[in-house]
C-alpha cells in the first residue's frame, strides 16, 4: 500500500516508552553509588588542615611541609628574591592571575598578591603541569634562569614568587588558603 | 574461516557433548581444521606469542596477588617479601614484571607486522579495532601493575598519568581537578590510590581476554591476512591449522621463550628503574623520571609540545590516530611488498618511533651534540611526532592514489608452488 498512515499511538506504546524512561532514570541513579564512591571520604576531607611552625626556616631556606598529601613549600625568601619578583612586569608572565586562594580569583599576579608577608612564600609544591614535585632554586644550586624552582619532569621553570616562567605548565603554583597564628605558626587550609 | 563443520565425534560421549554443547566442535573448527594461507612467515607466529603472554601474566598475577598487600604502609615491603622470603616469589614477580615487557615487544611487532601488509583493510577493520582496543587496554593495565610496588617511579609516574586529565581545566574550569581528585580518592595519589589500582589490574586481563576472544572471531570470519595480502582463492591455497601452523607457532614460540627466559634469568631488572627500588616519598620527585619502555614514543610526543593541553591531545590523539587506519589508507594493495612507496614510508615510521622512544628516554632539556652545535632532542621529538601524523593523515591516505604498485600474483598456491600450482 503505497500511502501507509502510521497508526495511532495505543496505550501500551504510551507505557512501553514511559517504562522505559523510568528504567533509564533509575539506572542512572543505580549508577551513582559506584561512581561516587571513587570520590574523597570524609575521613580524607576532615584531615584537610594543618598547623606548620615555621620558626626554624632561615632566610633563603625552604622548608617542605606535607599538606593533603602534597609538599608544602614555605620559603623565606631574601631581600635580592623578593626584590626580583617585584620588578617582574605582570605583561612577561604567562599566567596573570594570583591562583592565591586567600584573594578573590581574578586578582593580578603581582608579587604582593602571592603571600600576606613579603619574606614568607607558602605555596602547594605541585607542578600545575602534571604534579611532580619542583626543585628550590637556591644561589649555590641554581634551578633553571628565574631563581625560583624547576620542575625536572618537562622542564617548568618558576621565579622567586612561584609564578610560571617558562615551560608547559599552564599556571603559577597555588597559594593554599592560610594564615599567621603568630609570627612563627601557620595554619594552612 | 566462516564455512560449514567437518567436525565428526568420534566417541559415544562426544556424540552426547555434541547435541548438548558443542564446544569440541567449536575448538576443531578453530584450531584444527581453521583452513589457514600456505604461505604465512614468521612475523604471523606473534598472535599466538601474545595469546601466550597473557596467559603468563594472569597466572603469575593470581599468585602474586596472594602475597602482595595493596596498602600504601604495606605495599613496598609486601614486594619485597616476595622477592626474599616467598618461596620462588623472586622468580614469579620477575616473570611478571618483565612478562610484561615481552608482552609489549611481541605486540609491537605484531603491530607493524599488520601495518606492513596491510591487515587492517578491509575485510579486516573489526579484527584491527579490536586490535587496538587491546593495545590500550594493555597499557591501561601495565600501568596500574607499575604503580603496585609503591616504590619512587609507582608513585610519580601515577601521579604524572593522572594529572593528564587536569589538563581538562583549560577547557572547562575545575573538571580537570575533579576528575583527579575522583581518581585519586584524595587530595593526591594515596592509600585509596593504590587500592583501586590494584583491584583495576587484577579486572583488566580478564577484559583483554574477553577482547582477545572477539579479536579470535573477528579473524576466523574473513580468515588470516598473508604476506602477499591476496585472498585466498580456494583450498589449493590453504592449509589445516593444525599439524601446521600449531607447529611453527610452537617452534617460534620456544624461540621468544628463550628470550624472555634470558631477562628473568640473567637481567631481570634490564627494563626496570633502579628508582623504583626506592619507597615512595610523595615530598620528592626523582630527578629523572621515565615511564616503561613502551610508552617513551607517546611520552616524547606529550613533551614535544610547551602547553599542557595541546600536549595531552597530542599524545591521545596519537593513540585514537590507530583507530582511523582502515579508512586513512585508500590503497587497494594490502601488502607492502608491492608498494614499493608505502615500504619506505612504513620502514621510516618504525624507525620514527624507535627515535621518539629514545627521545622520550631522556631529560627533557637533553640535547646532541652535533660536532660543536647542540641541537635539542626537543626538536627531533617535534620532528618525530609531525612524521607520525604525517604518516597516517596525509601519507597514507595521499600515497594510495598516486603510487604505482607492482602486479599482484595471481593466487598464493602459484606464488609458493611455481606457473603451475602444482606440487612438484
Request: proline share 7%; with cysteine.
Amino acid at each position: 500500500m503505497a500511502t501507509a498512515t502510521k497508526p495511532e499511538p495505543t496505550r501500551r506504546d504510551f507505557l512501553y516508552i514511559a517504562t522505559g524512561a523510568v528504567g533509564a532514570v533509575g539506572a542512572a541513579f543505580a549508577a551513582w553509588p559506584f561512581i561516587d564512591q571513587m570520590n574523597p571520604t570524609s575521613a580524607v576531607l576532615a584531615m584537610a588542615s594543618i598547623e606548620a611552625d615555621i620558626s626554624s626556616v632561615q632566610l633563603g631556606q625552604q622548608v617542605v611541609f606535607k599538606w593533603r598529601g602534597h609538599p608544602l613549600f614555605v620559603r623565606r625568601r631574601t631581600p635580592k628574591e623578593i626584590a626580583e619578583a617585584r620588578a617582574v612586569s605582570l605583561s612577561d608572565l604567562p599566567d596573570p592571575v594570583a591562583r592565591n586562594a586567600n584573594l578573590p580569583d581574578n586578582a593580578p599576579a603581582t608579587d604582593a598578591n602571592r603571600g600576606s608577608k613579603a619574606e614568607w612564600l607558602v605555596l602547594v609544591g605541585v607542578c600545575t603541569h602534571l604534579g611532580c614535585t619542583p626543585t628550590v632554586s637556591t644561589p649555590q644550586a641554581p634551578q633553571g634562569d628565574y631563581g625560583g624552582w624547576l620542575c625536572h619532569c618537562h622542564g617548568s621553570q618558576y621565579d622567586t614568587a612561584g609564578r610560571i616562567r617558562k615551560g608547559p605548565a599552564p599556571q603559577n603554583l597555588a597559594v593554599p588558603p592560610y594564615s599567621f597564628l603568630s609570627d612563627t605558626k601557620i595554619k594552612v587550609g | 574461516m566462516a564455512g560449514h563443520s567437518t567436525y565428526v565425534p568420534a566417541f559415544g560421549f562426544t556424540r552426547w557433548l555434541d547435541k548438548r554443547l558443542p564446544i569440541l566442535r567449536l575448538t576443531h573448527d578453530t584450531m584444527t581444521t581453521y583452513p589457514t594461507p600456505r604461505n604465512l612467515n614468521i612475523w604471523y607466529t606473534f598472535g599466538g606469542i601474545l595469546t601466550f603472554c597473557l596467559g603468563v601474566q594472569i597466572v603469575t598475577g593470581v599468585v602474586l596477588a596472594m602475597h602482595y598487600v595493596p596498602n600504601a604502609d604495606l605495599a613496598f615491603n609486601s614486594v619485597e617479601n616476595i622477592m626474599r622470603d616467598v618461596n620462588y616469589g623472586w622468580l614469579i614477580r620477575y616473570m611478571h614484571a618483565n612478562g610484561a615487557s615481552m608482552f609489549f615487544l611481541a605486540v609491537y611487532i605484531h603491530m607493524f607486522r599488520g601495518l606492513y601488509y596491510g591487515s587492517y583493510k578491509e575485510p579486516r577493520e573489526v579484527l584491527w579495532i579490536l586490535g587496538v582496543l587491546i593495545y590500550l587496554l594493555m597499557m591501561a593495565t601495565a600501568f596500574f601493575g607499575y604503580v603496585l610496588p609503591w616504590g619512587q617511579m609507582s608513585f610519580w609516574g601515577a601521579t604524572v598519568i593522572t594529572s593528564l586529565f587536569s589538563a581538562l581545566d583549560q577547557l572547562i574550569p575545575h573538571l580537570g581537578s575533579a576528575i583527579t581528585s575522583w581518581l585519586w580518592g584524595g587530595f593526591a595519589v594515596g592509600d585509596a590510590t593504590l587500592n583501586r589500582f590494584f583491584s583495576l589490574h587484577y579486572l583488566l586481563p580478564f577484559a583483554i581476554a574477553g577482547v582477545v576472544g572477539l579479536h579470535i572471531w573477528a579473524l576466523h570470519v574473513p580468515g588470516n591476512n598473508n604476506p602477499l595480502g591476496i585472498d585466498v582463492k580456494g583450498p589449493q591455497d590453504t592449509v589445516p591449522f593444525h599439524p601446521y601452523y600449531t607447529v611453527k607457532d610452537a617452534f617460534y614460540l620456544s624461540l621468544f621463550v628463550i628470550l624472555f627466559a634470558g631477562f628473568v634469568f640473567f637481567a631481570p631488572n634490564f627494563f626496570g628503574n633502579p628508582d623504583n627500588y626506592t619507597p615512595a616519598n610523595p615530598l620528592v620527585t626523582p630527578t629523572d623520571i621515565v615511564p616503561e619502555w613502551y610508552l617513551l614514543p607517546f611520552y616524547a610526543m606529550l613533551r614535544s609540545v610547551p602547553q599542557k593541553l595541546i600536549g595531552v591531545l597530542v599524545l591521545v590523539g596519537a593513540l585514537v590516530t590507530l583507530f582511523f587506519v582502515p579508512w586513512l589508507d585508500t590503497s587497494k594493495v594490502r601488502s607492502c611488498r608491492f608498494r614499493p612507496l608505502m615500504k619506505q614510508l612504513f620502514w621510516v615510521l618504525a624507525l620514527d618511533c624507535v627515535m621518539l622512544g629514545y627521545v622520550g628516554s631522556q631529560g627533557a632539556d637533553a640535547a646532541l651534540n652535533l660536532g660543536g652545535m647542540q641541537l635539542p632532542l626537543v626538536w627531533l621529538a617535534r620532528l618525530g611526532t609531525a612524521y607520525y601524523y604525517g604518516f597516517f593523515w596525509v601519507l597514507l591516505p595521499l600515497i594510495g592514489r598516486i603510487e604505482k604498485t607492482k602486479a599482484l600474483p595471481e593466487s598464493i598456491a602459484k606464488s609458493v608452488l611455481g606457473a603451475t600450482g602444482e606440487r612438484t
